[in-house]
Each structure stands twice: as C-alpha cells, then as structure tokens.
T-cell receptor, first 115, second 111 residues
Framework: SAVISQKPSRDICQRGTSLTIQCQVD?????MFWYRQQPGQSLTLIAT?????????ESGFVIDKFPISRPNLTFSTLTVSNMSPEDSSIYLC????????????FGEGSRLTVL | SQQGEEDPQALSIQEGENATMNCSYK?????LQWYRQNSGRGLVHLIL?????REKHSGRLRVTLDTSKKSSSLLITASRAADTASYFC???????????FGAGTTVTVRA
C-alpha cells in the first residue's frame, strides 16, 4: 500500500479563480490518476498523470480546464482553472501498481466549493 | 463513463443485520472491485474478485460474481455502526487500471 497525501483537504473558492491541488505519494508509483466526484455522485476519471509528459485526458475533460503536472514518480498536481460553481466537487488522487492485483489506492480527497 | 449500476441507492439497517448490495456492469471484465467511502473522504479498497472466480470472502465481506449476468453482489454480515459508508463497485474494462465506478450504495447502520 501507500500513503497518499493531498493538499488542500478542502477550500472555498471564488468564481473565476484557479486552484492547484497537490498529491504526494510516499513511494514511487508508475500510475497516477485524478478523479472527480460531484456532490452525491460517483467517481469520474479526469485524466492519467504521466511522468515527464502530458497527461492523458478522458472524454469531457481538457487540459486548459484541468492542467496536470507530474514532475516525478511521487508527486502530481491538478489545477482547476477558471472555476464555476459546477466545479464544486471532491477531487481525488489515486495510484495503481503497488499491489500485484489491480486495486487503486486513494488520497483523502480535496473538497472544493466554488461560490 | 460509468460502467456499473448499483442497487439499492440507499440502505438502512439495524446493527447486527446483514447488508446486501448489487452491481451490474456492461462490458467484459478481468476483475471487479469493491470500495468503501466514509463520509466523502478517500476510497478504501475492500475486495477484488477475478472474472474466473464466483465467490470470495474477506472477514465479514462476501462477494459474488456472475459474469453471465454481468452482475456482482457485496454482502456485509453482522453489520456494525462503523460500516456506515458508501460502497462502490468498479471495473477495469480496458485492463489499464482506469477504473469505472458504479453509482454507489449508501449504507446506514443504526445502533
């Protein structure tokens, strides 16, 4: 398993601003993902954070809105840009490849409220 | 996109009772996983069942998988107040760790 730390754990943001969420893992991992969980909903995959190259985005998510960095194998950031109330969600960092089976390990999430 | 559908959406039981929730999915799978989420926090992996397995146990958890019906169930026996959480099934349709999550079942265990 791994210890995955996310910062901030929660924040209240103003419309039109941007916020960067950090994800730090206590061991090197090859695969990191960012998920969004809108209020009362399930998780939706935003993108795969690729080390040393551009992230791979899922349908409906674009780099201009959700730029992602992954400078090394233990750290990634997700920026939510030009926020609107519809961006109010929990954003979760997850990692894979730490177990021989296919489970993911998740950070505690970052709860964003956009006013 | 979400592959799994779960039912019920919500479940309220008395402590000591069993809780059963179901998950259906659409495409073929290599494995199906169940996760628990406490009060909007991070998800915790509970159990993974492979496509060639029909039943799996872990402590008070029992998972079944019926690939012919593309469905799975999670049974929590002798529930406790600490089992109060949302439970999600997840599949990996492309076998690339990109999990697709079901809608989730919110379980409330009353003391």
């Amino acid at each position: 398993s791994a210890v995955i730390s996310q910062k901030p754990s929660r924040d209240i943001c103003q419309r039109g601003t941007s916020l960067t969420i950090q994800c730090q893992v206590d061991s090197q991992v090859t695969m990191m993902f960012w998920y969004r969980q809108q209020p009362g909903q399930s998780l939706t995959l935003i993108a795969t954070a690729n080390q040393g190259s551009e992230a791979t985005y899922e349908s409906g998510f674009v780099i201009d809105k959700f730029p992602i960095s992954r400078p090394n194998l233990t750290f990634s950031t997700l920026t939510v840009s030009n926020m609107s109330p519809e961006d109010s969600s929990i954003y979760l960092c997850s990692v894979a490849g730490l177990a021989v089976t296919g489970e993911l390990f998740f950070g505690e999430g970052s709860r964003l409220t956009v006013l | 996109s979400q592959q799994g559908e779960e039912d019920p959406q919500a479940l309220s039981i008395q402590e000591g009772e069993n809780a059963t929730m179901n998950c259906s999915y659409k495409t073929s799978i290599n494995n199906l996983q169940w996760y628990r989420q406490n009060s909007g926090r991070g998800l915790v992996h509970l159990i993974l069942i492979r496509s060639n397995e029909r039943e799996k146990h872990s402590g008070r958890l029992r998972v079944t998988l019926d690939t012919s019906k593309k469905s799975s169930s999670l049974l929590i026996t002798a529930s406790r107040a600490a089992d109060t959480a949302s439970y999600f099934c997840a599949t990996d349709p492309s076998n690339d760790y990109k999990l697709s999550f079901g809608a989730g079942t919110t379980v409330t265990v009353r003391a």
